[in-house]
């Protein structure tokens, strides 16, 4: 272990180190070296001075968090970065052998509660169906992009790399490749093909074999359907704050659900890896769950 410099020092050379080799924009430096110096702050006014480094322990972390969670109120975002920086900093020192081991290591992040998803109730979902002028061909694609969107669940990114021959009528599937590259076939309803076989009937000549083209008849980007999404949702007078695409994945999933369609169909249709992925859908609907324990008393 080598003597250290100054706190002040350390701190300096930390943000350098955050930026060369770490590669961190400016803004995740300055909030990583405030998290660091406000930590630093309060060892001062605890012990009237700033301790050196290799004295600061992780009941001292462990304080300052606490004091952070009773008198601040930080959401558990906030503090899991807190937690973070303060984390890096101490690795940083053990790398630059000012100290032999971490205080922070046996520190821990707070879970995040996880955020239940935005989804269209049914009239809203009607509006929005309702809101292209299908009497040209972009119409047609605008209203198919969202029909397979509300009916198939598809991420953006599988949406955007749909090719012709992903498209089979005849069984009634679309073929679309997820995350990690898995495929999985996606039954397409009546709603779906006829809008496909609407749109493509329309479909301009392309050299790509995109099913969806934008610009210049070329594959369509995943900016422009979000644009697409966002402009008839307000047509259909939708103000909500973000209705995206992957809303309407989620308003597909929990349609499902409040259909009493089994969690692990729901994992396949959507292409989840694992169930917790999945699991979160359960819990947007109340209603399900007094009629299932309403159910016990007929026993």
């Known amino acids: 272990m080598t003597d ?31 998290d660091v110096d406000r930590f630093a702050e309060h060892l001062i006014l605890r012990h009237k001075r700033m301790p050196p480094v290799a004295a600061i322990t992780t009941d001292q972390i462990r ?22 920086s303060i984390r890096q900093f101490f690795q940083f020192c053990v790398a630059r052998r000012f100290i032999t081991t971490s205080p922070a290591d046996a520190i821990h992040s707070p879970k995040n509660p996880k955020k239940l998803p935005v989804f269209l109730i049914a009239p809203e ?26 009916f198939t669940g598809m991420r953006l990114k599988e949406i955007v790399g749909l090719n012709l021959g992903d498209l089979d009528f005849e069984t009634r599937q679309v073929r679309v490749f997820g995350k990690g590259a898995r495929e999985r076939a996606i039954p397409m309803n009546p709603i779906v093909i006829d ?18 083209i934008g610009r210049n008849n070329q594959r369509i980007s995943a900016r422009m359907i979000e644009k697409i999404v966002e402009k008839y ?16 994945r989620h308003t597909f999933a929990t349609l499902l659900h409040m259909k009493a369609v089994d969690i692990l169909e729901i994992q396949t249709l959507l292409g989840h890896a694992s169930i917790t992925s999945t699991q979160i859908y359960t819990h947007t609907h109340p209603g399900k769950l007094k009629a ?8």
Do not use: M
């Open 4 to 34: 250290a410099p100054r706190f002040s020092k350390i701190l300096y050379d930390f943000e350098s180190y955050l930026a060369v080799e770490r590669n961190y924009s400016p803004g995740t430096r300055k909030a990583y070296v405030y």
């Open 125 to 150: 979902l009607k509006q929005l169906l309702r809101a292209p002028d299908r009497t040209d061909w972009r119409g047609r694609r605008d209203y198919a992009i969202l029909v397979v969107l509300c």
């Open 195 to 212: 809008a496909l076989k609407e749109y493509l009937r329309e479909r301009p000549a392309a050299v790509e074999p995109a099913v969806l």
């Open 233 to 248: 949702a307000k047509l259909a007078g939708i103000w909500r704050k973000g209705v995206s695409p992957h809303k309407l």
């Open 292 to 299: 299932a324990v309403d159910k016990l008393s007929d026993i």
């Open 63 to 84: 304080a300052y968090l606490e004091y952070l969670q009773e008198n601040r109120h930080l959401r558990s975002t906030t503090l899991s970065r807190t937690i973070s």
